[in-house]
């Protein structure tokens, strides 16, 4: 039992492929259908002469979650979802030239034995429930959006037949439809855990922060293990800052990495620009910014990250939002607006 080997997956929307340690320590390969039958298959064959296993596989989305979730309710397996920017960085320092799943497989093996190993923190069905729901609203919204782009041309247009705006609106009113009961749904999910409704609670004490923005960030949130600090917070939301330097001669503009939830930093925009325009102090960090020669999109960015380190305050101390801990506007120098460059 003292023994912990590796393991990689592969995961696809058909297969796992897995890199397994062999009797001479070689990487030895298997392949399981990506079904519960070929999930409860991959998990005996882990589990079996009780050794403990460490597995490691890719943040794939959906296509992963069942056999993550199976896996990591054993107690002798110790499961890793890792960063998929660290696993193709971590192939090529290992001069990996070529791509293909049973290659991952072996990246991901060794890349478990190698790294430093961070177990995957399982969230709760209620968690993962408003989790799908908050990625679906996301999708249909966008959906949505364009759909109303493309209302709007078919308005402006002579050339285009009356089916083809009736269809259009009839999508829209589908759309709007979903999304309503979506909603509904997802308060449902909040309302049932005492945790989420108090976070729920939270996030709406902010201003700029509605519903459907709430909704997105607390269902994005409750992924994080809780033993992350605020700066761990910035990075899983890609908003920490990206320095390209070298030497004296080499300068690059610093921009945030983005390497971390998409889902999560596109939630945060909208709030972000509404409390820039509405909520005293940070309308205030946001003028202070450009007063100090800070570009807008750069500004709005570091509001961004600003509101992320209040919710993060927020949730620590179980307090509403309060905007005199976030900059305070004693100093009447810092909200002085300067001419913008053009």
Not at 169 to 184: P, S
Request: charged share 25%; glycine share 6%; hydrophobic share 45%.
């Amino acid at each position: 039992m003292d023994k912990i080997e590796t393991c990689g997956v592969e995961v696809s929307a058909k297969e796992l492929v897995v890199a397994l340690t062999g009797k001479n320590g070689e990487a030895v390969l298997h392949r399981f259908a990506n079904t519960a039958v070929g999930h409860k298959q991959l998990l005996r064959t882990l589990t079996r002469g009780r050794k403990r296993v460490r597995v490691c596989l890719e943040a794939t989305g959906v296509y992963g979650l069942d056999v993550a979730l199976l896996l990591s309710a054993q107690q002798q397996l110790q499961v890793m979802v890792a960063n998929p920017h660290a696993a193709r960085h971590f192939a090529r320092a290992m001069m990996q030239r070529s791509k293909n799943d049973r290659l991952d497989a072996v990246v991901l093996w060794e890349f478990a034995a190698r790294m430093p190993f961070t177990a995957w923190a399982r969230p709760e069905k209620n968690t993962l429930a408003l989790w799908a729901i908050a990625r679906r609203l996301e999708a249909l919204t966008k959906q949505g959006a364009a759909e109303k782009n493309r209302q709007h041309a078919a308005g402006v247009s002579q050339a285009i037949p009356p089916c083809v705006r009736q269809s259009i609106a009839r999508t829209l009113r589908f759309h709007q439809r979903e999304i309503k009961h979506l909603r509904e749904q997802a308060l449902q999910c909040i309302v049932a855990d005492p945790r989420l409704q108090q976070r729920y609670q939270l996030l709406r004490s902010v201003p700029g922060i509605g519903e459907v923005s709430a909704i997105a960030m607390l269902a994005e949130l409750q992924l994080l293990p809780p033993d992350r600090d605020v700066r761990q917070w910035v990075a899983y939301a890609g908003l920490d800052p990206r320095e390209y330097s070298s030497g004296t001669s080499v300068r690059k503009y610093t921009r945030i990495s983005k390497i971390g939830n998409r889902h999560l930093r596109h939630a945060l925009y909208m709030p972000a620009l509404v409390a820039s325009r509405r909520e005293p102090h940070l309308r205030g960090f946001y003028r202070h910014l450009l007063a100090r020669g800070k570009s807008k999109r750069p500004a709005l960015i570091a509001v961004a990250r600003k509101l992320l380190h209040a919710i993060y305050g927020m949730f620590r101390s179980h307090q509403p939002y309060n905007g005199a801990r976030v900059f305070s506007l004693s100093a009447p120098a810092q909200v002085v607006l300067l001419p913008l460059r053009a």
